[in-house]
T-cell receptor
Framework: GIQVEQSPPDLILQEGANSTLRCNFSDSVNNLQWFHQNPWGQLINLFYIPSGTKQNGRLSATTVATERYSLLYISSSQTTDSGVYFCAVERAGANSKLTFGKGITLSVRP | ETGVTQTPRHLVMGMTNKKSLKCEQHLGHNAMYWYKQSAKKPLELMFVYSLEERVENNSVPSRFSPECPNSSHLFLHLHTLQPEDSALYLC??????????????FGPGTRLTVT
């Protein structure tokens, strides 16, 4: 199956700092999503981004499908950004099956 | 609030009990999913239903039995579980299309503890 690798596995930031989270995948994809999992387990959709660039407030994401990676940018981080960030991909032809990476644990300190 | 609800939010059950998890989506989607999230592991897809028919079963033990009576509701029936089945169980929904499913939305999860 498709491999999804996220880096770094853990990240500690001071409030106000910027960061880049990376997701590499091993095959062509139809679907790529970034999620934020809060401490209570809820997965919150950040971006649906199989290709291109999107921005939503302090967050933005870029997927370069031909090079099989995606980046999530967090600017001016806040303590509420803490949690686990997951990248999930659907391999082209594997309808309805999202494969998740192991996640990046982000801690933002005041 | 993602439009996907799950009940109960927490469940403790013995190995001989039978219980059910419920998921409901209010998004008008036609596909629903069960995922398992164990500590320190990536989310694992368990079941996929598209248009109320099961299309994916990732070699899940028979002690987990899904049911999808209509496109808005999904159940996971549990019986004779093992302690290693303790995990967060997440439900999701999406709109099926071509070339594949679109954005998936997740419920808040049921945290299951098997004693």
């Amino acid at each position: 199956g498709i491999q999804v690798e996220q880096s770094p596995p853990d990240l500690i930031l001071q409030e106000g700092a910027n960061s880049t989270l990376r997701c590499n995948f091993s095959d062509s994809v139809n679907n790529l999503q970034w999620f934020h999992q809060n401490p209570w387990g809820q997965l919150i959709n950040l971006f649906y981004i199989p290709s291109g660039t999107k921005q939503n407030g302090r967050l933005s994401a870029t997927t370069v499908a031909t090079e099989r990676y995606s980046l999530l940018y967090i600017s001016s981080s806040q303590t509420t950004d803490s949690g686990v960030y997951f990248c999930a991909v659907e391999r082209a032809g594997a309808n309805s099956k999202l494969t998740f990476g192991k996640g990046i644990t982000l801690s933002v300190r005041p | 609030e993602t439009g996907v609800t799950q009940t109960p939010r927490h469940l403790v059950m013995g190995m001989t009990n039978k219980k059910s998890l419920k998921c409901e989506q209010h998004l008008g989607h036609n596909a629903m999913y069960w995922y398992k999230q164990s500590a320190k592991k990536p989310l694992e897809l368990m079941f996929v239903y598209s248009l109320e028919e099961r299309v994916e079963n990732n070699s899940v033990p028979s002690r987990f039995s899904p049911e999808c009576p209509n496109s808005s509701h999904l159940f996971l029936h549990l019986h004779t579980l093992q302690p290693e089945d303790s995990a967060l169980y997440l439900c999701a929904s999406s709109q099926e299309g071509y070339p594949g499913a679109y954005e998936q939305y997740f419920g808040p999860g049921t945290r299951l503890t098997v004693t």
